[in-house]
């Protein structure tokens, strides 16, 4: 750790990692053989106070990749049709190649090295996300192989619930059930969710902490090794 350490920048705040919001509504719940259907991606932004903000969100309905399984029970759940052509959804290489270049480039200028999803039950919305890129054979993904930052854990512990809308309403974040299953609804809202959460830590005296810088050397070798595994 420097003098010139700033722990108001994004770079700093997450060691390195761009956090980027997302929530998927899917055809079922396994991610290998059931349809992503919709997928909204929220990036944030820091202030020169180090507070966290919603900055941009990518929305996109998705058509189910072929041979994919669509449950009844799940279409009946999110209401949506996969095959109404008002969705106008994409293929999932047309989302991700989007999602891809706009994320690596909010990383890139917020001086971070790789992003990390924020997610609501964040192993279900990684699941698919990571099956969508192995699926369509992406290269070069901005996102962490497998650490994430889970807000239904998060809020358990600085809010005391874990389920979206009773969190958001407990931390006063309007959230109107109605809307509930849109990606691009609970995205944002799970946006808002994870930066009350940090900034609240923030001004509680909670960041930053100084760490040893031996130690972090070491726990960065490690976890990069795992990284460049997974690059290519």
């Not at 396994?30 to 969100?57: H, Y």
Request: charged share 25%; with cysteine.
């Amino acid at each position: 750790m420097t003098d010139t350490f700033d722990p108001n920048l994004m770079k700093n705040r997450f060691r390195g990692y761009f956090p980027v919001v997302i929530d998927v509504e899917t055809a079922g719940f396994n991610a290998k053989t059931d349809a992503l259907l919709e997928i909204a991606v929220s990036m944030l932004k820091m202030d020169d106070e180090g507070v966290l903000a919603l900055d941009k969100t990518l929305h996109f309905n998705i058509e189910p990749f072929e041979g994919a399984n669509l449950e009844p029970e799940a279409l009946a759940f999110t209401g949506i049709d996969p095959t109404s052509p008002l969705r106008g959804a994409v293929s999932e290489k047309e989302a991700f190649l989007e999602i891809f270049k706009e994320v690596k480039k909010a990383q890139k200028a917020a001086g971070c090295h790789r992003s990390i999803i924020v997610a609501h039950n964040a192993a279900f919305d990684h699941g698919f996300v990571t099956q969508a890129i192995e699926r369509n054979a992406l290269k070069r993904t901005p996102f962490h192989p497998f650490a994430t930052f889970d807000t239904a854990a998060l809020a358990g512990l600085a809010i005391g619930h874990t389920v979206l809308a009773k969190a958001c309403a407990m931390a006063g974040i309007p959230f109107d059930n109605r809307e509930a299953h849109s990606a691009l609804y609970d995205t944002e809202r799970t946006a808002e969710l994870f930066c009350l959460i940090v900034n609240r830590w923030k001004a509680l005296g909670g960041w930053p902490f100084i760490a040893d810088e031996t130690e972090e050397a070491d726990t960065n070798s490690s976890e990069e090794k795992a990284e460049d595994y997974t690059k290519n």
